[in-house]
């Protein structure tokens, strides 16, 4: 597991803009790109991502789809792919425990309550590659030596 990882791109590191994931997790159940977000508003599903219902401070335009963008700038940069990209949001903001939105080249799209994450990592999402265990230890290798923190 690493926290606040550097996922900046050459675009945003260009405009001297700095991108981060919280945490990824690497398990067998799969390699995760997981974002913590409270905008203070419940959200629902729409068009393959995430919308608020009603006003939402800070809510960025399509958050899963940009998460899943950061985890494929820091595995071009790493050698690794990510299979699982998941926005955790607070218990009372999302309608479902679970609910996979959707895919973005090959990265399952998740928003996830926050007291079901230890079930998710555990359990992976139906569908989605699960490392076996000489690949678990290469990917660890990888990130090992490639991820740059925030």
Same mark, same amino acid.
């Given at each position: 597991?690493?926290?606040?990882?550097?996922?900046?791109?050459?675009?945003?590191?260009?405009?001297?803009?700095?991108?981060?994931? #919280?945490?990824?997790?690497?398990?067998?159940?799969?390699?995760?790109?997981?974002?913590?977000?409270?905008?203070?508003?419940? *959200?629902? *599903?729409?068009?393959?991502?995430?919308?608020?219902?009603?006003?939402?401070?800070?809510?960025?335009?399509?958050?899963?789809?940009?998460?899943?963008?950061?985890?494929? @700038?820091?595995?071009?940069? @790493?050698?690794?792919?990510? @299979? *699982?990209?998941?926005?955790?949001?607070? #218990?009372?903001?999302?309608?479902?425990?679970?609910?996979?939105?959707?895919?973005?080249?090959g990265v399952?799209? *998740?928003?996830a309550r926050?007291?079901?994450?230890?079930?998710?990592?555990?359990?992976?999402?139906?569908?989605?590659?699960?490392?076996?265990?000489?690949?678990?230890?290469?990917?660890?290798?990888?990130?090992?030596?490639?991820?740059?923190?925030?």
């Amino acid at each position: 597991m690493w926290h606040d990882v550097d996922a900046t791109g050459r675009s945003a590191a260009a405009a001297g803009l700095v991108e981060k994931i #919280d945490h990824v997790v690497l398990g067998p159940a799969g390699l995760f790109a997981i974002q913590s977000e409270d905008w203070a508003a419940p *959200v629902r *599903v729409r068009r393959g991502d995430l919308v608020p219902d009603g006003e939402a401070s800070g809510f960025e335009r399509q958050p899963l789809h940009e998460l899943a963008g950061r985890a494929r @700038t820091l595995g071009r940069a @790493t050698g690794v792919k990510f @299979t *699982v990209a998941v926005l955790v949001l607070p #218990d009372d903001d999302l309608e479902q425990a679970i609910s996979v939105v959707g895919r973005s080249r090959g990265v399952a799209l *998740v928003a996830a309550r926050s007291s079901v994450l230890p079930h998710l990592l555990r359990t992976g999402v139906a569908d989605t590659p699960r490392p076996d265990g000489t690949m678990l230890f290469e990917l660890r290798t990888r990130l090992q030596q490639g991820v740059r923190f925030v």
